[in-house]
């Protein structure tokens, strides 16, 4: 992992560390086993072509999780995550390359503490931001 | 907006609105926080690394931020029935108060704050917007989550 982020090295407009993940089915039946989910249009193609999907599909909770990695690997283990949010707009197929990335769209000290708002979203390999939200978080200071 | 709603009325809005799901409780183990960073494929060793996560700022393991889903709390049910058989997770909004430790005994708790109909892309559609909490064993809230579940 780089090193720790400040929040003076960040400006609004900034560009997060894009996180790049590639869910084979292997890795959603592992997700369903962590997370519990065991609805079968992720992992049983027939099922998942039979309710009308062209394949087996990423859980929008994975993409979540994906999202919330992007944001804990940049902020650093320094970083406090406040918020995390995002909306499952499209549907994403297993093995496709699906590209997380944020930039900083606020940066601000409330109640003394240094926040940072970004804006993160989810990009496929056709280019269509799938699953886009947003992250605040707590940033050390390099002023104390 | 009310007045051309075809299958949700604010007489059932009313009655949904505050029905809460039976509460669930969640015992945090160490593996399964492994397990769960595992399947993301996140590496930080924050949640898979009892030394490194000792040395950590957070003083041990803590869950991957959206680790309370796996709390699996039910979804509160609709006191009526509504002709729709599909579904969508439509997103979810988290909010984090303290970290989810290894050992903490997690009690998950769900509540409809809002329903609505709407006409989309998929035609008519009722939006379902659930308000989790999380606490843990010192009653303390850890995160909130607001999903909304869509039916068409």
Not at chain 1, 86 to 110: N, S
Not at chain 1, 124 to 141: C, F, M, W, Y
Not at chain 2, 104 to 129: F, H, Q
Request: charged share 25%.
């Amino acid at each position: 992992m780089a090193g720790q982020v400040y929040w003076e090295d960040v400006e609004e407009g900034l560009e997060i560390r894009e996180l790049v993940k590639t869910p084979s089915t292997r890795q959603l039946v592992q997700w369903a086993g962590a997370s519990g989910d065991f609805y079968e249009i992720h992992y049983d193609k027939d099922f998942a072509q039979g309710t009308g999907l062209e394949d087996v599909i990423v859980h929008g909770a994975l993409k979540n999780a994906f999202l919330g990695q992007l944001v804990t690997d940049w902020m650093g283990e320094r970083g406090i995550l406040k918020k995390l949010s995002c909306q499952y707009r499209g549907m994403d197929v297993a093995d496709d390359t699906l590209i997380c990335k944020g930039t900083v769209t606020r940066k601000y000290v409330e109640d003394s503490r240094h926040m940072v708002d970004c804006r993160i979203w989810i990009e496929n390999g056709k280019g269509e931001r799938t699953t886009p939200g947003s992250a605040t978080v707590i940033l050390p200071s390099q002023s104390r | 907006m009310a007045a051309q709603n075809t299958f949700l009325t604010e007489e059932m809005r009313q009655r949904a609105i505050g029905i809460e799901a039976e509460s669930l409780v969640l015992e945090v183990e160490k593996g399964h926080i492994r397990r769960f960073a595992e399947a993301i494929d996140d590496p930080n060793p924050q949640s898979s690394d009892e030394v490194m996560a000792r040395k950590s700022p957070n003083g041990g393991i803590v869950a991957p931020p959206t680790f309370l889903r796996a709390a699996r709390v039910e979804r509160p049910e609709l006191p009526f029935d509504l002709p729709f058989t599909r579904t969508l997770d439509g997103g979810s909004e988290w909010e984090y108060f303290e970290p989810i430790r290894a050992g903490d005994i997690i009690t998950a708790k769900a509540r409809i704050s809002d329903i609505i109909e709407r006409s989309g892309r998929l035609g008519p559609m009722i939006i379902t917007t659930i308000d989790h909490t999380y606490s843990n064993q010192l009653n303390e809230v850890v995160a909130t989550q607001r999903t909304t579940y869509i039916r068409y």
